[in-house]
C-alpha cells in the first residue's frame, strides 16, 4: 500500500480559494491513480476528482468541475486539488487516496483534512 498524508484545508468564506496537499511515499506510483474524496456529516464519501499518476488524465465529478484543479507533482511524489469559487456545500473531511489505476476500488487512504466554507 500507499502511505497518504495530507495537509492544508481549513476556514474560508465562500467564494474564497484553497488548496490541499497529498504527499505520498512506501511505493513507485506509475501505475496508480489518485483521488481526493470528501465527506460532509451525514452524507456518503463523495469521489471529488482523479487523476492517472503516469499521463496526468484528469476526471471530475459534476458538482466541482469547472472550479477544482487535480494536479500532482512525480518530483515531490505529491498530489493536489486546487479549490476555487468554494460554496457552503463544499465543506467536508477532505481524504487523499490511492489504487492501482485499474483496479476497482482505492486502497491507501490519507487521514483526512477539514475544509470549512461560511457563507
Known amino acids: 500500500q500507499v502511505q497518504l498524508v495530507e495537509s492544508g484545508g481549513g476556514l474560508v468564506q465562500a467564494g474564497e480559494s484553497l488548496s490541499v496537499s497529498c504527499a505520498a511515499s512506501?511505493?513507485?506510483?506509475?501505475?496508480?491513480?489518485m483521488g481526493w474524496f470528501r465527506q460532509a456529516p451525514g452524507k456518503e464519501r463523495e469521489l471529488v476528482a482523479t487523476?492517472?499518476?503516469?499521463?496526468?488524465?484528469?476526471n471530475y465529478a459534476d458538482s466541482v468541475k469547472g472550479r477544482f484543479t487535480i494536479s500532482r507533482d512525480i518530483a515531490k511524489n505529491s498530489v493536489y486539488l486546487q479549490m476555487n469559487s468554494l460554496k457552503p456545500e463544499d465543506t467536508a473531511v477532505y481524504y487523499c487516496a490511492a489504487k492501482v489505476w485499474v483496479s476497482r476500488n482505492f486502497d491507501s487512504w490519507g487521514q483526512g483534512t477539514q475544509v470549512t466554507v461560511s457563507s
Open positions: 487523476i492517472r499518476w503516469n499521463t496526468g488524465y484528469t
Open positions: 512506501g511505493r513507485s506510483l506509475g501505475p496508480y491513480g
